[in-house]
């Protein structure tokens, strides 16, 4: 336990340096606001990929319906900010609240029945879940303004947002990966037999990986309509989700590091290719290939980079130098 809370200080203190250096270049004019638009843009994407990579990477679940809780945490801000009450920045967080609720409940009663399915069953099922989210919001009427979306949207997401809940959600989901709920949603990956036959509720542990990824979804979807300023229909289509699968894929399965860093690459990648737009896509999808070609587990695979390392080589050197005494 005192480890766990020096390595998340830790965590902490690094991303606070960080945070810092940033703002320092923000306030120096070094990064404009086409670049911090890059970065949240970038934070958006980190927080998807750690959604679909917790439930793909982490449990061993293929799912396509990550766009669709990414649009009901969208549509939730978009039509409660236009509510008196709600149009402040208090409001914008209750209704990122109201979001993940609702999406963690429409995961919950989804997943329980579905997530008995695997490979290519569950994917479609998933698939078919987003697909029937994305329709109701077509045929919302007044309340979604149907295919035309909704607009006007207050600026609420600022970089600053993005990066404290791209800091804050990633220092919960290692520490849930960590704990004992998490070595057991590890284990559904490797083997759910041996899971179960070791007392391992798979089902449970499926449905929870499911419920957190979903929660993450919609939480970047109230930034991403606070960063974007519109919503519509079409943008929560299956591509939205392989977009995140890609991430996901690309920084390695079951690495949280690297879908930090596929994120940042991809990112990178797609500001330097905005002046080639005509064949940018075709440079994106080549580099992918390439990538899979010669690194067909991803960036890093399943590495991570731990701070408990350089704690534990801490202390087993004091520990020798105590013994030596």
Same mark, same amino acid.
């Given at each position: ?98 979001? &993940? ?36 919001? &077509? ?14 949207t207050l600026p609420y997401t600022t970089w600053p947002v993005v990066f404290l809940f791209v800091v804050v959600i990633t220092i919960l989901v290692l520490n849930l990966l ?148």
């Open positions: 336990m005192r480890k766990n809370l020096k390595v998340n200080v830790a965590w902490l203190a690094i991303f606070v340096v960080l945070y810092l250096i940033i703002q320092g270049l923000v306030s120096a004019g070094v990064l404009d606001m086409y670049y911090i638009q890059i970065m949240m843009g970038i934070g958006i994407s980190i927080l998807m990929g750690l959604g679909t990579n917790l439930v793909l990477g982490f449990s061993g679940q293929f799912t396509l319906g990550q766009a669709g809780f990414m649009a009901i945490g969208a549509y939730a801000t978009a039509i409660l900010t236009q509510y008196e009450g709600f149009n402040t920045y208090n409001g914008f967080y209750l209704s990122m609240l109201i979001g &993940v609720a609702i999406a963690a409940l429409l995961a919950l009663v989804f997943g329980i029945p579905t997530l008995r399915l695997k490979g290519d069953y569950l994917a479609i099922a998933t698939l078919g879940m987003a697909e029937i989210i994305r329709i109701v919001i &077509v045929n919302g009427g007044t309340i979604t303004n149907g295919a035309a979306g909704l607009t006007g960590r704990s004992a709920t998490g070595r057991q949603i590890i284990s559904v990956r490797e083997d759910e037999i041996a899971a179960e036959s070791m007392g391992v509720n798979v089902t449970k542990m499926k449905v929870i990986t499911f419920v957190v990824g979903a929660m993450i979804s919609a939480v970047a979807g109230s930034l991403y309509v606070g960063y974007i300023g519109t919503v519509v229909p079409k943008d929560f289509t299956i591509m939205k989700s392989i977009d995140y699968l890609i991430v996901a894929v690309l920084g390695g399965l079951g690495s949280i590091t690297g879908t930090i860093l596929a994120a940042i690459v991809l990112g990178v990648l797609n500001m330097f290719l905005q002046d080639v737009s005509n064949i940018r896509m075709i440079i994106y999808s080549l580099a992918l290939i390439l990538i899979m070609i010669f690194r067909p587990s991803g960036l890093l695979g399943t590495k991570e980079f731990y701070l408990s390392r350089f704690f534990n080589k801490t202390n087993q050197k004091e520990g020798k130098e105590n013994g030596a005494s």
